[in-house]
């Protein structure tokens, strides 16, 4: 009887020093895998880009490991609800109406929803988009976008959700829709590492910025994540990842 005791003693004496910071806490983030360069796979299927860099960085300063979801974009509030993932952390837009349903960090990248067209498209202005199919892709802020900017968007033809924006541009491509609207840091992306018949238009539908997505409750966690944040962009560690995606030091500095 003694000797079960002690090993219950001594189990529970683990248990208490874990508890006490030795152990780790794992942290899902769930991500689009197609969204470069935010996150994407590569030539060999590993999981990189931006905001890939930017979270392992982060969790290096939180002391915690992370592991990343592949989620279907459309359904990441209910994967966030859920619990299947605990951050949103793939090019995400702040919104009014997201800020109602998950916690969001201080702002980090700025971005615009822009409208890319085939070269020889004749389209050279969100007027001439009138009676034309557009793509976008589901539940992304460039929705939000496009219902935003009522005359535009009564004045369309149709529009055509996707998956991802990668399969809206093999459809435009082919000339089954006219135009695509998504981000401008991954449609610049996208045509500086692809040959295109493509061009981005002048005309677009507004600015905004990106976040990353927490539950309301994980207050915790949404302060944690912005202390690392903070601590990358004062030793430059954001900046260096920046530099690497983009080529020049993109990051907001809060």
Not at 66 to 84: D, G, N, R, Y
Not at 107 to 125: A, E, F, M, R, W
Not at 130 to 139: H, L, N, P, S, Y
Not at 172 to 182: F, K, P, T, W, Y
Request: hydrophobic share 40%; with cysteine; charged share 25%.
């Amino acid at each position: 009887m003694k000797k079960i005791l002690k090993l219950i003693l001594a189990a529970t004496l683990l248990v208490s020093l874990a508890g006490c910071g030795g152990a780790k806490a794992t942290v899902t983030v769930g991500l689009d895998e197609n969204f470069p360069p935010m996150g994407f796979r590569d030539d060999k299927g590993n999981l990189t880009g931006f905001d890939i860099d930017m979270a392992n960085e982060a969790a290096k300063k939180m002391g915690t490991t992370i592991t990343f979801q592949p989620i279907a974009w459309s359904a990441k509030e209910l994967e966030l609800s859920s619990k299947k993932v605990d951050m949103l952390w793939n090019g995400l837009t702040i919104t009014d109406e997201r800020k109602e349903k998950m916690l969001f960090s201080a702002p980090y990248l700025k971005n615009k929803q822009i409208i890319v067209v085939k070269n020889d498209s004749g389209i050279s202005t969100k007027a001439d988009l009138a009676g034309k199919t557009i793509g976008i892709q589901k539940e992304s802020s460039a929705v939000d976008a496009v219902n935003s900017d009522t005359s535009t968007k009564e004045s369309l033809g149709d529009i055509v959700e996707y998956d991802d924006n990668i399969m809206a541009f093999q459809d435009l491509q082919i000339g089954r829709i006219s135009a695509v609207v998504l981000d401008e840091i991954v449609a610049r992306y996208y045509l500086a590492h692809n040959e295109t018949p493509f061009t981005i238009l002048e005309d677009n539908f507004g600015d905004e910025e990106y976040g990353v997505g927490m539950r309301l409750d994980d207050t915790e966690l949404q302060a944690k994540l912005q202390k690392a944040l903070d601590e990358m962009n004062a030793d430059g560690t954001a900046a260096a990842i920046s530099k690497k995606w983009f080529g020049e030091d993109i990051v907001i500095k809060n």
